[in-house]
């Protein structure tokens, strides 16, 4: 219950930003700005008519095993001035026993800006649809809300985070998993950057996951980027180690 009412008052919180944001979002002219490959979802909205497709590869390895999955789509639709709709498309995820496909996941994602100078702020409001297969993704509509931000810190560096809450309402004793991510972003051109990032995974009756994780991203051109992110686990519970390599494009104009 605590953490509904945290959630809850940070959504209302938002809402009432919103109501006095001047909103400040890409346009066709902008280059490409992504979600992956980080945690924390603190990419602008993507333009007004504009489609953006997020696509990677990943491995992951724990407990002896190693996991793999692709093609981590998102496909993301530029709706409103700062307000996109977005879906999650399902992964072909392998590993030893088992393989399958995850949920699709659609969401709305709002930016709002206007706020102290450096400051951006977003809600992410979705749900993991009972699409992919029961024993990866649950038994039923699995909802979420994330609530990214990020500050600029000027010369190039940028601070940004996020926490998120699903929950499983159909799956008996499943508590909801709440995830914080933390990063901080270096511009070394304008075209490449480098990150270094800190993700908690928490979940009630089970260990906490604790993970550090590095990468960064080179827009070779204004409509294209190429990404990647290597990271380890902290504590027994968390992943030994887990890789992912992404490409991204867009396309403006298109609606």
Not at 150 to 159: E, I, K, R, V
């Amino acid at each position: 219950m605590i953490v509904v009412a945290r959630l809850l008052l940070g959504a209302a919180l938002a809402a009432i930003l919103a109501t006095t944001a001047r909103a400040d979002c890409l346009s066709a002219e902008d280059g490409i700005a992504t979600d992956r490959p980080t945690g924390p979802n603190t990419s602008p909205a993507v333009p007004q008519g504009s489609v953006q497709v997020e696509n990677g590869v990943g491995a992951l390895h724990l407990r002896g095993s190693t996991t793999y999955d692709l093609p981590e789509t998102r496909v993301r639709l530029g709706v409103f001035s700062c307000t996109e709709f977005l879906a999650d498309l399902p992964d072909y995820t392998h590993g030893k026993g088992f393989a399958g496909a995850t949920d699709l996941s659609p969401a709305i994602k709002h930016q709002f800006q206007g706020l102290p100078d450096g400051l951006t702020l977003w809600t992410t409001v979705g749900v993991a649809l009972p699409t992919g297969d029961k024993t990866l993704s649950g038994r039923g509509p699995a909802p979420y809300i994330q609530l990214p931000a990020t500050y600029d810190l000027g010369s190039g560096f940028t601070l940004n985070g996020m926490y998120s809450v699903t929950f499983h309402p159909r799956d008996a004793g499943d508590e909801p998993i709440n995830q914080t991510s933390v990063y901080l972003d270096r511009a070394l051109t304008e075209t490449t950057d480098m990150f270094v990032e800190y993700m908690n995974v928490y979940q009630p009756g089970t260990a906490t996951q604790n993970m550090v994780d590095f990468g960064g991203s080179w827009r070779y051109s204004a409509l294209r980027q190429l990404d990647f992110k290597l990271g380890f686990g902290v504590n027994r519970a968390a992943p030994d180690w887990y890789f992912t390599l992404g490409y991204s494009f867009r396309f403006d104009q298109v609606f």
